[in-house]
């Protein structure tokens, strides 16, 4: 079974509107956290932002949110007013065993490409 | 802000020589890793490696590949006889301890002819 899921292949969105690109995942280890990275058509992996999974509040960063539904595994990932400059690939990973039972290999999902229309 | 680098940027190789990837880790970072991108496809755990020695590796890591930090700066992925499915970006990543996120270097990318 897959431990990271995005079904969405792509997705587009106007420039200043919001966007939500969707992940699940798998685990049964109860120390986890989970991340989203953003690979511009440049290639470098950039951090956006991390989610453990004891903490209470959903995590932000600037326009970056992560809607963390623990229950239903699903660590979606929300743009708010979206710009050019966030058309690239975005990919949710996962590390588990936080509680120091792993070396902290992270496992990716496939990925959605978001567009963002002028 | 301190990052990681990556040398060389691009490697084009011919099909069963022998390649090594560079890295330079964050200086105060404790652990290392090696990711792969084929072309279109997901980010893939190939290694990590801590206190001098490998504490994880995929199937994908076989007899092929090796890590060695020679020295207390550079961290190396060496590629014994490419093949042509080796052809990837590769990625770096360091890491300061278990609760904090990797930092990714800018990636090599190997061809394989």
């Known amino acids: 079974a897959q431990k990271i899921t995005q079904t969405q292949p792509g997705m587009f969105v106007q420039e200043k509107e919001a966007v939500t690109l969707d992940c699940t995942y798998d685990?049964?280890?109860?120390?986890?956290?989970l991340f989203w990275y953003k690979q511009p058509s440049s290639g470098e992996m950039i951090f956006l932002i991390y989610q453990g999974s004891y903490d209470q509040q959903n995590a932000t960063e600037g326009r970056y949110s992560l809607n963390f539904q623990k229950a239903r595994k699903s660590a979606n990932l929300v743009i708010s007013a979206s710009q050019l400059g966030d058309s690239a690939m975005y990919f949710c990973?996962?590390?588990?065993?936080?509680?120091?039972?792993?070396?902290?290999?992270?496992?990716f999902g496939q990925g959605t490409i978001l567009t963002v229309h002028p | 802000e301190p990052e990681v680098t990556q040398t060389p940027s691009h490697q084009v190789t011919q099909m069963g020589q022998e390649v090594i990837l560079r890295c330079v880790p964050i200086?105060?970072?404790?652990?290392f890793y090696w990711y792969r991108q084929i072309l279109g496809q997901k980010v893939e755990f190939l290694v990590s490696?801590?206190?001098?020695?490998?504490?994880?590796k995929s199937e994908i890591f076989d007899d092929q590949f090796s890590v060695e930090r020679p020295d207390g700066s550079n961290f190396t992925l060496k590629i014994r006889s490419t093949k042509l499915e080796d052809s990837a970006m590769y990625f770096c990543?360091?890491?300061?301890?278990?609760?904090?996120?990797?930092?990714f270097g800018p990636g090599t990318r190997l061809t394989v002819l």
């Open positions: 200086s105060n970072h404790l652990y």
């Open positions: 685990t049964s280890d109860p120390s986890y956290g």
């Open positions: 990543a360091s890491l300061a301890d278990s609760y904090n996120e990797q930092f």
């Open positions: 990973a996962m590390r588990e065993g936080l509680d120091g039972t792993s070396y902290g290999k992270l496992t």
């Open positions: 490696f801590y206190n001098n020695e490998i504490s994880e």
